[in-house]
């Protein structure tokens, strides 16, 4: 990036923050402040251990400097400016998830797609923060983080003094580490009556139970009764390791029957005897995989981490840090939604050819000089595939 | 709370809230003649304690005497302690005091066992066979417990709410019985009343010293302890004196013993007295370590005993092994030739490299 292009960039942030609305932390004071500036060493250099005695002065100072980031911390301190952080008395912080789209399993071929992924796997941890933990939708706030992921924070007063290792176990949580899969699915003997041999019986969590394992049990059932309602429906199940055309059949008879569907969903899988246990075991270690969240397991851990202020843009993408309602999330679009610059053409010089959707639109720019709308030359410059002028 | 109750759980701060109430001094309670049988229940809990299990007394109604008693022997056991001021000591009595409140509060009712945990700031709900309890103090109860089942993510949680059973928030709540314990000794008890407690001290001192030799020298049968690499004597005094393992210390122990011929049921015993110790899990676990799943683990090499942050006082014969079983072999080795003696050697010499 050369200085014309990081004058020109400055300019633009500092007339974004003129008009902006940032979403402050709760306790803002408490909290210790870092920015990175657009600037011309080739090291990034974080400036933090400052504190703000008032919204005032930050907002002063977002429209001053113009910082290519900013970031607050998720503690409170007593002493947010403190230069050690030994010094800065830790009280509390908040809990806090990122989803990183660059860490999701699966290829991803365009940045659009690989946000949306990221928006899926915001949706499968709402879930869990909502129902299993119990937060209050006021309480949860989710972010996009203006690059690559979303952020969730959570400011209930239940969570701010859980320390570290507390934190991992909430993570192992949302992404099934440590599920004790053998637990789920059992076998129990059961003597028989008189007269005939004992049985083994299968034991199956029921659909009602809380956490993972009634989680579970609405998966299989949901599962098999998609898998019913093919139209090869016995093709499909005679793929399943030992099932044959009897027993396909008698598992479609099954799911045909509202009332053996209920016993099923209260946790008696016998009624599906003849699919055996390690076919079962495997559909489930399949719908754990499916329903648990991808988060970022350090950053949840650190109760010191910086993180991005909501309001604030990201200058690596020069899109906003978005705040959103999660009502507001399904059709939230970061390449559209947090798009703040306008049309107004800009001189720029692009270093080689890229692609990217913005605005609804397919943008294609190929390499040279040439007039681009303002915010896909910001997003260029950003990214570093475009000088200014 | 009744006094017989406070003197059956002197930990919780009502307890010594009502201690301090009646106004003994530190002095009435080492040197007078009526406390005499305070000071010498007060030995006997610690004597207890390192054999094993503190016995609890049973009252009668008119027993005021003997509660008095019950409930001043506690502070004098943790002067005692303290004084002699050894951590293994400190694990280990709190521990067997933690472990003794957790065999009461088996039989008592909902409500008293709810009003335990609200002194360690545990709000409990009692419904429907199940105790209701926020996850933020379930994961902070049962941050120190390393069986699986343990984890949030085994529970059943819903709202945040997770519902666990009698047994379990009694287990959950000797954990915080323990932590309470522990992290207050010891106590700052001065050189003049330390002196002043002397002959107790030396009572405790000689059953200590004679506790940790037998540690030391090790009762495996036909397993030689004593040729046993630093690592792993240091991780068995760790389990015999209550200290959580990490999981792969754990699993290094397990195995080495295993590997070097300790029977399963000797190992079991071994962790019997870990902190978490589940008996159905731990013959799980260490069977499935054992082979009986079809596969049988070796222990982990020093390199990756080392990244964990196992490898523990390696010494001289350390240098020149690159595994702790190589260590007690070449051990035995030397110590066969050594003394030229003819026996067998205890392990199945497989090739474990
Ligand atoms: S070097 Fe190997 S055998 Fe020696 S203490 Fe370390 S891990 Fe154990």
């Known amino acids: 990036m050369n200085e014309k292009t990081r004058n020109f960039l400055v300019n633009r942030f500092q007339a974004y923050y003129s008009q902006a609305e940032i979403h402050l932390p709760p306790e803002h004071i408490s909290r210790e402040w870092g920015f990175i500036s657009f600037s011309d060493s080739s090291e990034t250099f974080m400036k933090r251990h400052i504190a703000f005695g008032s919204e005032g002065e930050i907002t002063d100072y977002l429209k001053g400097m113009g910082p290519s980031h900013s970031y607050y911390s998720v503690a409170y301190y007593e002493y947010p400016s403190a230069p050690k952080m030994k010094e800065k008395n830790w009280q509390k912080a908040d809990l806090i998830f990122d989803i990183d789209s660059d860490h999701l399993p699966g290829k991803m071929n365009s940045y659009a797609e690989m946000l949306e992924n990221g928006k899926k796997e915001t949706f499968k941890l709402m879930e869990f923060l909502l129902d299993d933990f119990g937060f209050a939708e006021k309480d949860v706030h989710i972010v996009f983080s203006g690059g690559r992921g979303y952020h969730c924070h959570i400011t209930d007063p239940s969570v701010l003094h859980l320390e570290s290792p507390e934190r991992r176990e909430i993570v192992d949580y949302v992404s099934a580490k440590g599920i004790d899969i053998e637990r789920i699915l059992s076998t129990r003997e059961v003597s028989g009556d008189a007269g005939r041999e004992s049985a083994q019986m299968m034991v199956f969590p029921s659909g009602t139970e809380g956490g993972w394992r009634g989680r579970i049990n609405r998966y299989f059932v949901s599962f098999m009764k998609d898998i019913v309602a093919m139209d090869k429906a016995e093709e499909v199940l005679m793929g399943f390791k030992g099932v044959g055309e009897k027993t396909a059949r008698k598992i479609i008879e099954v799911f045909e029957n509202e009332a053996q569907v209920e016993v099923l969903k209260g946790g008696n899988i016998d009624v599906l005897s003849g699919l055996n246990k390690k076919v079962i075991n495997t559909l489930i270690e399949e719908g754990i995989k499916k329903m648990s969240a991808v988060v970022d397991e350090p950053v949840t851990a650190d109760v010191k981490r910086l993180i991005r202020l909501p309001g604030s843009l990201h200058g690596g993408s020069g899109l906003k840090v978005m705040s959103l309602d999660i009502n507001e999330l399904e059709k939230f679009e970061p390449l559209r939604d947090a798009v703040v610059f306008g049309d107004r053409l800009v001189m720029s010089k692009v270093i080689k050819p890229f692609a990217v959707q913005m605005k609804g639109k397919d943008i294609e720019v190929e390499q040279g000089e040439q007039e681009l709308p303002e915010y896909v030359a910001v997003h260029l410059m950003c990214r570093g595939v475009a000088e200014y002028g | ?353």
């Open chain 2, 1 to 353: 709370m009744e006094e017989r109750y406070l003197a059956l759980y002197p930990f919780i701060t009502e307890a010594s809230a009502y201690v301090s109430g009646l106004g003994f001094s530190l002095e009435r309670l080492i040197t007078s003649r009526a406390m005499d049988p305070a000071r010498s229940r007060g030995v006997e809990r610690v004597l207890q304690a390192l054999k094993g299990d503190i016995e609890k007394p049973q009252f009668l109604a008119s027993d005021d005497r003997k509660v008095l008693i019950e409930l001043l022997s506690y502070p004098f056991s943790r002067i005692l302690v303290s004084c002699i001021g050894d951590n293994f000591l400190i694990r280990r009595y709190a521990l067997a005091e933690a472990v003794s409140c957790y065999k009461l509060l088996h039989s008592e009712p909902y409500e008293f066992i709810c009003s335990i945990a609200s002194d360690f700031h545990v709000d409990v709900l009692f419904s429907d066979h199940l105790f209701d309890i926020h996850f933020t103090d379930y994961i902070r109860l049962a941050s120190s417990m390393k069986a699986l089942e343990w984890k949030l993510v085994n529970r059943k949680m819903q709202k945040g709410h997770v519902y666990i059973s009698k047994e379990e928030l009694a287990r959950l709540l000797q954990e915080a019985i323990r932590d309470r314990i522990q992290g207050s000794l010891p106590l700052d008890v001065s050189e003049d009343i330390c002196q002043m407690c002397a002959p107790y001290i030396s009572q405790i001192q000689t059953e200590l010293q004679q506790i940790k030799e037998n540690f030391g020298s090790g009762d495996f049968g036909a397993v030689e302890s004593s040729m046993f690499p630093p690592c792993m004597v240091h991780a068995m005094a760790n389990v015999r004196a209550g200290v959580n393992l990490a999981h792969s210390m754990r699993f290094a122990l397990t195995s080495f013993l295993l590997n070097v011929g300790m029977p399963v049921d000797d190992i079991i015993a071994m962790f019997n007295v870990s902190p978490d110790f589940d008996l159905e899990r731990t013959r799980y676990q260490i069977e499935h370590i054992s082979g009986s799943s079809g596969t049988s683990y070796k222990p982990p090499s020093c390199s990756t005993m080392r990244t964990y942050g196992n490898c523990y006082g390696a010494d001289e014969l350390c240098s020149r092994i690159k595994h702790p079983l190589s260590y007690y072999r070449r051990k035995t080795w030397f110590n066969r030739h050594k003394h030229e003696a003819s026996q067998q050697l205890p392990f199945s010499e497989k090739d474990n490299e």
